[in-house]
Each structure stands twice: as structure tokens, then as C-alpha cells.
């Protein structure tokens, strides 16, 4: 007989029994559709996974929670095609990974009406989805409508259909892994996954997120209720257990006391990412509860202090860090803070003298300029902003929001919190001003060959006045230079650029010289005192990987720190998988991963790495950018790192990507001398810091410079190379990490206007990559970042299981589904407690599971339907009776009630009709009486006159009357 036309609507489809047969690649939804010997085309779209929480892979079968449509279907569908075999029961199986499952057998009797409905519906379901890139790069999850081939095709949200190379796609994560707090969780690891899980989050205002051991923090750039000390105390009683920098900072603690080994909270990202602010926030945590007198007041008081004198606008940050630092807070046998220690690396010293337009200067410099008093401003000859040379140039005076006189306030009461005294602090800024009046004092050309002569105005006076020196000698040390040749010391005139370079050189020594004499006071004040224990947590807020169109000397110091730091990552990550697999009995030598060792000797190797190479040619007086450019090319032309390109440029390929620098500038930068005339010129001040700095410079050489008048001009070469001297910090600062447990931060930007709820996905994957997050992700893709108890693996997938393992141990209920589901041996390792798996294993398990989980909930869902209707139909015979016997009962009660008022109705009327019928006999009665009386008186008044007993008593006739 020929079956009869669809008719019916999509839920009696819903109720069908049926079983379907995938026949697409992985995930794809191609399947034809049985139906009472017919066939259909169509296409099946698997529900959501049941259990909303994400966090919970325990969520449970049957829940209810299932979306609705699961299998639909349409005529001739150039989508795709599904099967449903009737009363076959449900049995599922993937024909790509000859995964197979199975479901109860069906519940419901088969209907025989149904519909096929527009696929198009499916597009709008976030359902079956792959992540495709789009031609500007960004990458948009897209419901596959079927895949023929090579090719997919694919529906956008927005409604458009593409056809792309099925290769081009990577898989989507399952629903249940949107915005998991841990990207370890995602099943697959990609980049479109971590971008979507992060700004999933991102939205709702969850900036913290794990990746594996790393922290990742997305900035803001608005206020979060995320901190203050209800969330303290919350995440120090672990009653809060999601990502936070209060949570790595905990376990920090946690960690020191109990293993006794010191602590560090590694935390990188670009500029503006939010790592001060992240440090800042650790340091409160730590304030808060390491407390114990002022000591955590002060630590928590110097970030003002550096934030003037280190920080600066940039185009990238308003409050940019243009140095590294490192704190570290020591705790006593107590747990509590008895002092701290902070250490700063590569300060942009360059800043001082210039900035870009639209950029500013030091804080400090407007901060001092703004809120200075009278008096100060008197003594320090202090005039505007827009009067200094230094300052005018970029033309950026002020910052939106940003009061510079109240912070000058802020800053004067932490140089007092950390006890720099009222004098010291007029001496600090006496060192402001003369740095900005040395960018005013101007040369005259004084011959032929463009020799100059330090002008005798303004800023010349007054540096000299500030700095307590002699004006003759500043102008001396400005326009020449003193030589010796042979036994006789010659004085050899500049040239303008000299001059004006020995001029800022001079101002850029100060600067830097006073930055470090601040922070070595500060140490002072933080000193760690008697209680020390040798135990702390360290604080490392260091710029992060930088690749700009124009890359130079600060760039390259900045990546080579990087690629320290990043080896330091990769050693730590490694080390502890290593450990837990060592631990569960797993072979971990199997697990590979990319070391920079080679960008890093590219970098070190001597006498032919970039660092020596420049140290060499800098010391050549010939050597120029140029031929320092020409000599790299020449020695490391064969290093896999090292890529030549034209001109004075070459690029390096880091770990974070390959960066192409110019060498335009390099060599001056590393020199960075200040000649012996100006440090001779700051001994001779007789106001105390120049002095401490110039013996602080003498110092900084690598051998002693012994009396500058008796050297030649090759004096300053002896003094350490910019890059050397910040080569052997990082060292020292490495081996000082390395004796300690890390904990790492990555902060990321997520859009360049610094504005709150702008994700700008090129811009967050570009960092991703730089600071490594996704090498996270690949180094876990290598090992085996997946891991589950056998518990929890044989609770979630053991209904998968054909037979029955009822009373089977989770070890061999976990071996078992491994075995069914012919999961290939170096894709697992079985631990003693644990399973570990490879990248995306436990996705093919949890899609498995879903469809069955699906089928299941589909029949679940079918059956709770008929249950209800045959339910809700003998509820509705019952609520009949039921009714109808309330009724008869009120009837009844109310019947009774009428019946007794009407009985009462009755007697009452009886009696007031008695009453009545009494009153009238009464009435009549008397009324009769009187009537009586009144004629037996007159038979007796007509008696008496007729027998003429006149004399009787009237009484006594009455009385005969009434008697007789
Ligand atoms: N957790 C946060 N909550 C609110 N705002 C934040 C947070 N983190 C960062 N910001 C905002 O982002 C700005 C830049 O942050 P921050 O100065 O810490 O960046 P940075 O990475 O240290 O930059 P740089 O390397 O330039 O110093 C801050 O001034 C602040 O406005």
C-alpha cells in the first residue's frame, strides 16, 4: 500500500522510534531516513548535551534538559539525508570511526503521520558547527549543512551559505564546553576555540581563565566586582574555586609553607594588557593576608612612587610601565610580610629627552609641574609644562581623567610612608627640574666647523643652580671634551650633534641614576629585618614579547628577555607533567615539544651570537648600524633562527613568531656612554646625589676607571654594554626564578582603544601566540593534557558499554570502553589512578556519547510524552468523578443548611403566630369582661329600682351579679 503524504507536524516526528546511520565525516550530519519501509531525505542534527554546567562532566543521563528537535528531515534535501529505521530500536554508529553505541529499544507505539520541515531552521541552532576562517582573518563558527567530498557546506550566522574545503575547518567544542573556566577542558584545541572560549567569557565579565598551569587575564578596562576583601577571605577559605589572580596568588602562599620552597608570580603580556594591575592585585592579596604591622602598607605604598617615576602615556597605555620590575615579599616563621625587595630592569631612559607626538614623558614631570607649592616652585625655578623643551615636543600635556596635582599629593605621601625625608625629597626633585632645564639650554656655532659653545641663558644657570655646580664647568663639560694624547691632555671642542648628545646624554644619566636611588631607598625602607626566614614570593611584572612594524634595540632586549623567561615556562610546564606522569607510572619521554634553545643561542653563543656580535662591532669607533647589520648576515646567515633581509635589517625567529628588526640606532643605544667630562662634572656638585650618581656610574664599568684626566678617550668602552649588563641581570634574575616555584600569568589586551567590551579577535590572537598561550595549548596537544580518574571515566561513558558491566572494577570497566571504542594505544596511557589522553580522544568519546546520550533522550522524552497524555487522561476522568462528587457533597451540604433554616423559619413562625392568635383571644376575652360588667351593672342598677332594694349595698348586688 502506498504510504500517505506528511502531513503531521514536527513533534509526531519527535515520537518516532527511529535509529539513524551517520555517513558523514566525524561529526557530519549526512544520513538517510527510514520510515515504514520508506525512505527520506534529510538530515540529523544532534541535540545539546544534557547537564548545563559547564564545569560538570558529570552531568547525568535523562536529564532534562535536552534541546527538542534531534532528527528532522526534508524531501529531496540538498543537505543531506537521514535515515530512521522503524522499530528497529536505537542503535547508533559512526561509520567514520566505526564507533558504535546503543539505546534502549523503542518505548512507543510507531505513528504514522509526519512532516518534513525546512532545514533551514538548523542553521539558526547552534548545533553541529566547525569553525571556518573568513578572508579577513577572523574565524566564525558555522553550522555544517553537509559534506560532500572535499567540500562543506556551511551556514554563517548571519544566514549566508559557503562552500568551503572540508580540510580548511577545525571541529567545534561541544556545548557543554562553552566558557569553560580551564582551556585544558576544550576537547579540541585550537585557535578559534580558545579566541571563542575566552571572549565567552570576556562578556560576561570573566576575565580569568586557566590554560593548564597558566592563568590567563583578560583586561577589562572597567571596574569588575572581582576583588575587595569579601572575595579575600572567599578565595582564602576556598569557597570560590574560579581562575583569579587571588587564587595562583593563595596557592602561592599555600605552596611556600608547605613545601618551604619560595614562590614566584611570573606575569607578562603587551603593553596595556594589565600587568601592573595584576601585580598590584597579587600584592593586595598578599598585604592582606600576610599582614602583620605597617610593613604591607608601605610595600603596597611604593607602586605610586614607581608608577610617577617609571610610568609614562604611551600610545598603547596612559599609565604605561617602561620598565620591568621584580618584587619580592619576604614572610616571617609566622607567614606574616617582614619586608620586601624590588629590583627594576632596562628603564627607557630615550623617554626623558624625547617622545612621540602624542605621548608624555615620566609622570613625575607634570605630576611636579601641576602640584608643586609656591615655595617649590620658587626654589626649584619651575615653570610650565609647555615651557620645557623635553616635555613640549610630543604635545601631549595632560591625560583624560588623570588629576597630575593630586597624584604629585599621592606620591609626596608615599615618599614619606617609606621615610625619604623632607630634604632628600627636595633634593629628588631639584633632580626633575635640572633634567628638564637641561633640555632648554641651547649652543651657539662658534666657527667653521660647526663647533659649538654652551649658551650662558636660562637653562644653563639654572642647572647649574639646581645641580650645585659650577656654571663654567657645565658649559665646559657640554662643548668639549677633554683627550690625552701622549703625556698631554688636549681639549678637543664639539660639534652641535655632540653637544646636544652629551646634553641629553647628561639629562638621561640623571634620570635613570635617580630612578635607581629611589629604589635603593625604598629597598631601605622595606628592609627585611631580623624575623627574615629566607622564605617569598617573588612578583615579576616584565614587558611582554613585542613585534611592531619597526622593531629595535628596546624590542630585541625585550624578546631576549622574553625567550629567557619563555624557556624558563617550558621547563616548569615540562617538569611538572613530568612529575604527574612519573607519579601515575606514564611514559613520559613519548611527549616532545619545541625548545628555543636555538633562538636563544642565536642570541648568547660566543663570539658568534647577535648579543656578541653587537658588544663587538659597538666597540669599534669605525663601526656603524650598518656594518654591524652586514656582520650578522655574514656569521649567522646558516642559523635556522637568524633570517637576513635587505638593508641594515634581519628578523629572528622566535618562539612567539618571527620579528624583523632594524639595526638603525643599535650601536649608540648599547654604548649609552656618558662621557668622563660629565661624570667628572657630577662628582664635582656639591649637592649630594650627583655625586652618588656619578660615583654610581663610575661603578657600573667593568674594569675601575681610574681618573678620567688621564685617559684617553677610549675610556668609556670599558664601561659594560647596554645588552651585557642586562644579559647578566636577567641571568642573575633566572637563578634566582629557577630556585623557585612559578606560577604564570599572561595578560591580554583585547582591543587597542582601551575601551570595556571591544574584542577584537586579530589582536587577541596575535598575543595568544606572543605570549604563548597557544604554545600552552600546543605543548599540551604533545603530551597528554586529558586526564580522568578511572571513577569518573567509567561513571560517564560506561553506559556506552555493549556488555554488561555491572560488577566490574572502574579499571576494567575504563580498559573496556578504551577497547569497544578501538581507541589507538599512543593515543592513552592508562596511569595507576588516571587515564591520560591525547588532544581531542575525549572529544570522539563525549560526541559519541552525546548522540547516544541524544537517542536516548529522544526516546526518554518520547515515552515521558505518551506517559503524560495517558497520565493526564485518566487524571482527567478522575478530576470528573471528583468534581462531581464535590459538587453532590456542597449540593448536599448546602441543602442541609436550607432545611435547618427553614425548620427554624417555621417554629418561628409558629410561635409568633401563637403569640398573636393568644393576643387577640386576650383582647376579645377582656374586652368581653367589660361588656359583661358594663350590662350586669345596668340589670342590677334596673333590678335594684324595681323591687326597691334601694338600701342594698351596691357591692353586695355586684357581688350577687358575679357570683350567681
Ligand atoms: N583587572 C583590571 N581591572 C580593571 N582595569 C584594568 C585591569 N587591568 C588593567 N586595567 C586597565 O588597563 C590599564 C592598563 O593596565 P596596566 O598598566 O596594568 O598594563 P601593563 O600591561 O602593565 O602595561 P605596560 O606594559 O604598558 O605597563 C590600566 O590602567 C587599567 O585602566
Same mark, same amino acid.
Given at each position: 500500500?502506498?504510504?500517505?503524504?506528511?502531513?503531521?507536524?514536527?513533534?509526531?516526528?519527535?515520537s518516532?522510534?527511529?535509529?539513524?546511520?551517520?555517513?558523514?565525516?566525524?561529526?557530519?550530519?549526512?544520513?538517510?531516513?527510514?520510515?515504514?519501509?520508506?525512505?527520506?531525505?534529510?538530515?540529523?542534527?544532534?541535540?545539546?548535551?544534557?547537564?548545563?554546567?559547564?564545569?560538570?562532566?558529570?552531568?547525568?543521563?535523562?536529564?532534562?534538559?535536552?534541546?527538542?528537535?534531534?532528527?528532522?528531515?526534508?524531501?529531496?534535501?540538498?543537505?543531506?539525508?537521514?535515515?530512521?529505521?522503524?522499530?528497529?530500536?536505537?542503535?547508533?554508529e559512526?561509520?567514520?570511526?566505526?564507533?558504535?553505541?546503543y539505546?534502549?529499544?523503542?518505548?512507543?507505539?510507531?505513528?504514522?503521520?509526519?512532516?518534513?520541515?525546512?532545514?533551514s531552521?538548523?542553521?539558526?541552532?547552534?548545533?553541529?558547527?566547525?569553525?571556518?576562517?573568513?578572508?579577513?582573518?577572523?574565524?566564525?563558527?558555522?553550522t555544517?549543512?553537509?559534506?560532500?567530498g572535499?567540500?562543506?557546506?556551511?551556514?554563517l550566522?548571519?544566514?549566508?551559505?559557503?562552500?568551503?574545503n572540508?580540510?580548511?575547518?577545525?571541529?567545534?567544542?561541544?556545548?557543554?564546553?562553552?566558557?569553560?573556566?580551564?582551556?585544558?577542558?576544550?576537547?579540541?584545541?585550537?585557535?578559534?576555540s580558545?579566541?571563542?572560549?575566552?571572549?565567552?567569557?570576556?562578556?560576561?565579565?570573566?576575565?580569568?581563565?586557566?590554560?593548564?598551569?597558566?592563568?590567563?587575564?583578560?583586561?577589562?578596562?572597567?571596574?569588575?566586582?572581582?576583588?575587595?576583601?569579601?572575595?579575600?577571605?572567599?578565595?582564602r577559605?576556598?569557597?570560590?574555586?574560579?581562575?583569579?589572580?587571588?587564587?595562583?596568588?593563595?596557592?602561592?602562599?599555600?605552596?611556600?609553607?608547605?613545601?618551604?620552597?619560595?614562590?614566584?608570580?611570573?606575569?607578562?603580556?603587551?603593553?596595556?594588557?594589565?600587568?601592573?594591575?595584576?601585580?598590584?592585585?597579587?600584592?593586595?592579596?598578599?598585604?592582606?593576608?600576610?599582614?602583620?604591622?605597617?610593613?604591607?602598607?608601605?610595600?603596597?605604598?611604593?607602586?605610586?612612587? #614607581? +608608577? %610617577?617615576?617609571?610610568?609614562?602615556?604611551? $600610545?598603547?597605555? /596612559?599609565?604605561?610601565?617602561? !620598565?620591568?620590575? &621584580?618584587?619580592?615579599?619576604?614572610?616571617s616563621?609566622?607567614?606574616?610580610?617582614?619586608?620586601?625587595?624590588i629590583?627594576?630592569?632596562?628603564?627607557?631612559?630615550?623617554?626623558?629627552?624625547?617622545?612621540v607626538?602624542?605621548?608624555?614623558?615620566?609622570?613625575?614631570?607634570?605630576?611636579?609641574?601641576?602640584?608643586?607649592?609656591p615655595?617649590?616652585?620658587?626654589?626649584?625655578?619651575?615653570?610650565?609644562?609647555?615651557?620645557?623643551?623635553?616635555?613640549?615636543?610630543?604635545?601631549?600635556?595632560s591625560?583624560?581623567?588623570?588629576?597630575?596635582?593630586?597624584?604629585?599629593?599621592?606620591? #609626596? +605621601? %608615599?615618599?614619606?610612608?617609606?621615610?625619604? $625625608?623632607?630634604? /632628600?625629597?627636595?633634593?629628588? !626633585?631639584?633632580? &626633575?627640574?635640572?633634567?628638564?632645564?637641561?633640555?632648554?639650554?641651547?649652543?651657539?656655532?662658534?666657527?667653521?666647523?660647526?663647533?659649538?659653545?654652551?649658551?650662558?641663558?636660562?637653562?644653563?644657570?639654572?642647572?647649574?643652580?639646581?645641580?650645585?655646580?659650577?656654571?663654567?664647568?657645565?658649559?665646559?663639560?657640554?662643548?668639549?671634551?677633554k683627550?690625552?694624547?701622549?703625556?698631554?691632555?688636549?681639549?678637543?671642542?664639539?660639534?652641535?650633534?655632540?653637544?646636544?648628545?652629551?646634553?641629553?646624554?647628561?639629562?638621561?644619566?640623571?634620570?635613570?641614576?635617580?630612578?635607581?636611588? #629611589?629604589?635603593?631607598?625604598?629597598n631601605k625602607?622595606?628592609?627585611?629585618?631580623?624575623?627574615?626566614?629566607?622564605?617569598?614570593?617573588?612578583?615579576?611584572?616584565i614587558?611582554?614579547?613585542?613585534?611592531?612594524?619597526?622593531?629595535?634595540?628596546?624590542?630585541?632586549?625585550?624578546?631576549?628577555?622574553?625567550?629567557?623567561?619563555q624557556?624558563?615556562?617550558?621547563?616548569?610546564?615540562?617538569?611538572?607533567?613530568q612529575?604527574?606522569?612519573?607519579?601515575?607510572?606514564?611514559?613520559?619521554?613519548?611527549?616532545?615539544?619545541?625548545?628555543?634553545?636555538?633562538?636563544?643561542?642565536?642570541?648568547?653563543?660566543?663570539?658568534?651570537?647577535?648579543i656578541?656580535?653587537?658588544?663587538?662591532e659597538?666597540?669599534?669607533?669605525?663601526?656603524?648600524?650598518?656594518?654591524f647589520?652586514?656582520?650578522?648576515?655574514?656569521?649567522?646567515?646558516?642559523?635556522?633562527?637568524?633570517?637576513?633581509?635587505?638593508?641594515?635589517?634581519?628578523?629572528?625567529?622566535?618562539?612567539?613568531?618571527?620579528?624583523?628588526?632594524?639595526?638603525?640606532?643599535?650601536?649608540?643605544?648599547?654604548?649609552?656612554?656618558?662621557?668622563?667630562?660629565?661624570?667628572?662634572?657630577?662628582?664635582?656638585?656639591?649637592?649630594?646625589?650627583?655625586?652618588?650618581?656619578?660615583?654610581?656610574?663610575?661603578?657600573?664599568?667593568?674594569?675601575?676607571?681610574?681618573?678620567?684626566?688621564?685617559?684617553?678617550?677610549?675610556?668609556?668602552?670599558?664601561r659594560?654594554?647596554?645588552?651585557?649588563?642586562?644579559?647578566?641581570?636577567?641571568?642573575?634574575l633566572?637563578?634566582?626564578?629557577?630556585t623557585?616555584?612559578?606560577?604564570?600569568?599572561?595578560?591580554?589586551?583585547?582591543?587597542?582603544?582601551?575601551?570595556?567590551?571591544?574584542?577584537?579577535?586579530?589582536?587577541?590572537?596575535?598575543?595568544?601566540?606572543?605570549?604563548?598561550?597557544?604554545?600552552v595549548?600546543?605543548?599540551?596537544?604533545?603530551?597528554?593534557?586529558?586526564?580522568?580518574?578511572?571513577?569518573?571515566?567509567?561513571?560517564?561513558?560506561?553506559?556506552?558499554?555493549?556488555?554488561?558491566?555491572?560488577?566490574?572494577?572502574?579499571?576494567?570497566?575504563?580498559v573496556a570502553?578504551?577497547?569497544?571504542?578501538?581507541?589507538?594505544?599512543?593515543?592513552?596511557?592508562?596511569?595507576?589512578?588516571?587515564?591520560?589522553?591525547?588532544?581531542?580522544?575525549?572529544?570522539?568519546?563525549?560526541?559519541?556519547?552525546?548522540?547516544?546520550?541524544?537517542g536516548?533522550?529522544?526516546?526518554?522524552?518520547?515515552?515521558r510524552?505518551?506517559?503524560?497524555?495517558?497520565l493526564?487522561?485518566?487524571?482527567?476522568?478522575?478530576?470528573?468523578?471528583?468534581?462531581?462528587?464535590?459538587?453532590?457533597?456542597?449540593?448536599?451540604?448546602?441543602?442541609?443548611?436550607?432545611?435547618?433554616?427553614?425548620?427554624?423559619?417555621v417554629?418561628?413562625?409558629?410561635?409568633?403566630?401563637?403569640?398573636?392568635?393568644?393576643?387577640?383571644?386576650?383582647?376579645?376575652?377582656?374586652?368581653?369582661?367589660?361588656?359583661?360588667?358594663?350590662?350586669?351593672?345596668?340589670?342590677?342598677?334596673?333590678?335594684?329600682?324595681?323591687?326597691?332594694?334601694?338600701?342594698?349595698?351596691?357591692?353586695?348586688?355586684?357581688?350577687?351579679?358575679?357570683?350567681?
Amino acid at each position: 500500500m502506498e504510504k500517505p503524504p506528511p502531513t503531521a507536524s514536527f513533534q509526531s516526528i519527535k515520537s518516532l522510534p527511529v535509529s539513524f546511520r551517520y555517513a558523514g565525516t566525524g561529526s557530519s550530519s549526512e544520513a538517510e531516513i527510514h520510515y515504514n519501509g520508506v525512505t527520506r531525505n534529510g538530515v540529523v542534527m544532534p541535540s545539546n548535551a544534557p547537564g548545563g554546567d559547564n564545569n560538570d562532566l558529570q552531568s547525568e543521563i535523562g536529564s532534562d534538559d535536552s534541546q527538542s528537535s534531534s532528527v528532522r528531515g526534508i524531501d529531496d534535501s540538498p543537505y543531506g539525508k537521514v535515515e530512521l529505521i522503524e522499530d528497529e530500536g536505537v542503535s547508533t554508529e559512526d561509520e567514520d570511526t566505526g564507533i558504535t553505541g546503543y539505546t534502549p529499544a523503542p518505548l512507543l507505539p510507531t505513528r504514522t503521520e509526519y512532516k518534513w520541515e525546512d532545514t533551514s531552521a538548523y542553521a539558526a541552532k547552534k548545533k553541529h558547527q566547525s569553525w571556518v576562517q573568513l578572508s579577513n582573518g577572523d574565524w566564525e563558527l558555522a553550522t555544517i549543512l553537509t559534506t560532500s567530498g572535499t567540500e562543506t557546506l556551511l551556514s554563517l550566522p548571519e544566514g549566508k551559505v559557503i562552500r568551503v574545503n572540508t580540510e580548511s575547518l577545525l571541529p567545534a567544542n561541544p556545548d557543554i564546553l562553552d566558557g569553560v573556566d580551564d582551556l585544558m577542558q576544550l576537547s579540541y584545541l585550537s585557535e578559534p576555540s580558545v579566541l571563542y572560549n575566552l571572549r565567552h567569557r570576556y562578556e560576561q565579565n570573566l576575565i580569568y581563565t586557566k590554560a593548564g598551569p597558566v592563568l590567563v587575564a583578560v583586561n577589562p578596562f572597567k571596574e569588575v566586582s572581582l576583588y575587595g576583601s569579601d572575595y579575600i577571605q572567599a578565595y582564602r577559605r576556598k569557597s570560590i574555586g574560579s581562575p583569579h589572580v587571588y587564587a595562583i596568588t593563595d596557592t602561592a602562599i599555600r605552596e611556600m609553607i608547605r613545601d618551604e620552597v619560595n614562590q614566584s608570580i611570573i606575569i607578562s603580556g603587551e603593553s596595556g594588557a594589565g600587568k601592573t594591575e595584576t601585580a598590584k592585585i597579587a600584592m593586595q592579596y598578599l598585604a592582606a593576608l600576610g599582614g602583620g604591622g605597617g610593613i604591607e602598607y608601605e610595600i603596597l605604598k611604593t607602586n605610586p612612587i #614607581l +608608577e %610617577a617615576f617609571g610610568n609614562a602615556r604611551t $600610545s598603547r597605555n /596612559d599609565n604605561s610601565s617602561r !620598565f620591568g620590575k &621584580l618584587i619580592e615579599i619576604h614572610f616571617s616563621e609566622t607567614g606574616k610580610i617582614c619586608g620586601a625587595n624590588i629590583q627594576t630592569f632596562l628603564l627607557e631612559k630615550s623617554r626623558v629627552v624625547q617622545c612621540v607626538k602624542g605621548e608624555r614623558s615620566y609622570h613625575i614631570f607634570y605630576q611636579l609641574c601641576a602640584g608643586a607649592s609656591p615655595e617649590l616652585r620658587e626654589k626649584l625655578r619651575l615653570k610650565s609644562v609647555a615651557e620645557y623643551n623635553y616635555l613640549r615636543h610630543s604635545g601631549c600635556y595632560s591625560i583624560n581623567g588623570v588629576d597630575d596635582a593630586e597624584h604629585f599629593r599621592i606620591v #609626596l +605621601e %608615599a615618599l614619606d610612608t617609606v621615610h625619604i $625625608s623632607k630634604e /632628600d625629597q627636595e633634593n629628588v !626633585f631639584a633632580m &626633575l627640574s635640572a633634567v628638564l632645564w637641561f633640555g632648554n639650554i641651547s649652543f651657539t656655532v662658534i666657527d667653521n666647523e660647526n663647533h659649538v659653545e654652551a649658551d650662558l641663558n636660562e637653562g644653563l644657570s639654572t642647572v647649574a643652580e639646581l645641580i650645585r655646580c659650577d656654571v663654567a664647568a657645565l658649559q665646559s663639560a657640554l662643548s668639549t671634551r677633554k683627550m690625552k694624547v701622549g703625556n698631554d691632555t688636549i681639549v678637543q671642542k664639539l660639534t652641535l650633534p655632540q653637544a646636544i648628545d652629551a646634553r641629553d646624554a647628561l639629562a638621561k644619566s640623571i634620570y635613570a641614576c635617580l630612578f635607581e636611588w #629611589l629604589v635603593g631607598q625604598i629597598n631601605k625602607a622595606l628592609i627585611v629585618g631580623k624575623r627574615r626566614t629566607g622564605r617569598s614570593i617573588s612578583i615579576l611584572d616584565i614587558y611582554g614579547f613585542e613585534s611592531f612594524e619597526r622593531n629595535s634595540f628596546e624590542q630585541f632586549c625585550i624578546n631576549f628577555a622574553n625567550e629567557r623567561l619563555q624557556q624558563h615556562f617550558n621547563r616548569h610546564l615540562f617538569k611538572l607533567e613530568q612529575e604527574e606522569y612519573i607519579n601515575d607510572g606514564i611514559d613520559w619521554a613519548r611527549v616532545e615539544f619545541d625548545d628555543n634553545h636555538e633562538c636563544l643561542n642565536l642570541f648568547e653563543k660566543k663570539p658568534l651570537g647577535l648579543i656578541s656580535l653587537l658588544d663587538e662591532e659597538s666597540t669599534f669607533p669605525n663601526g656603524t648600524d650598518l656594518s654591524f647589520a652586514n656582520k650578522l648576515k655574514q656569521h649567522l646567515k646558516s642559523n635556522y633562527c637568524f633570517k637576513a633581509e635587505r638593508g641594515q635589517a634581519f628578523s629572528v625567529r622566535h618562539f612567539a613568531g618571527e620579528v624583523t628588526y632594524n639595526t638603525a640606532g643599535f650601536l649608540e643605544k648599547n654604548r649609552d656612554f656618558l662621557h668622563l667630562d660629565s661624570i667628572e662634572l657630577l662628582a664635582s656638585c656639591t649637592c649630594h646625589l650627583p655625586q652618588i650618581f656619578a660615583a654610581s656610574m663610575l661603578t657600573q664599568s667593568e674594569k675601575p676607571v681610574v681618573g678620567p684626566l688621564h685617559k684617553s678617550g677610549g675610556a668609556e668602552s670599558q664601561r659594560l654594554s647596554v645588552i651585557t649588563k642586562f644579559k647578566g641581570e636577567l641571568f642573575q634574575l633566572m637563578q634566582r626564578l629557577e630556585t623557585t616555584t612559578p606560577h604564570f600569568i599572561r595578560c591580554i589586551k583585547p582591543n587597542s582603544v582601551q575601551s570595556p567590551g571591544v574584542y577584537e579577535q586579530g589582536l587577541v590572537l596575535q598575543q595568544l601566540r606572543c605570549c604563548g598561550v597557544l604554545e600552552v595549548v600546543r605543548i599540551s596537544r604533545s603530551g597528554f593534557p586529558t586526564r580522568m580518574t578511572h571513577q569518573k571515566f567509567a561513571r560517564r561513558y560506561g553506559f556506552l558499554l555493549l556488555e554488561n558491566a555491572a560488577n566490574q572494577d572502574p579499571l576494567s570497566v575504563s580498559v573496556a570502553i578504551l577497547h569497544q571504542f578501538n581507541i589507538l594505544p599512543e593515543m592513552y596511557q592508562v596511569g595507576y589512578t588516571k587515564l591520560f589522553f591525547r588532544t581531542g580522544q575525549i572529544g570522539v568519546l563525549e560526541d559519541t556519547r552525546n548522540r547516544t546520550l541524544h537517542g536516548i533522550l529522544r526516546l526518554q522524552s518520547c515515552f515521558r510524552g505518551y506517559k503524560s497524555r495517558s497520565l493526564l487522561k485518566e487524571l482527567k476522568r478522575g478530576i470528573a468523578t471528583i468534581q462531581s462528587f464535590i459538587r453532590g457533597e456542597n449540593a448536599r451540604k448546602e441543602f442541609a443548611v436550607l432545611l435547618q433554616k427553614h425548620r427554624a423559619a417555621v417554629v418561628i413562625q409558629k410561635h409568633i403566630k401563637g403569640r398573636i392568635v393568644k393576643k387577640r383571644y386576650m383582647n376579645s376575652y377582656h374586652a368581653s369582661l367589660v361588656v359583661q360588667s358594663v350590662i350586669r351593672g345596668w340589670l342590677v342598677r334596673r333590678c335594684s329600682g324595681n323591687i326597691g332594694l334601694l338600701n342594698f349595698g351596691g357591692r353586695k348586688v355586684h357581688n350577687l351579679f358575679h357570683y350567681g
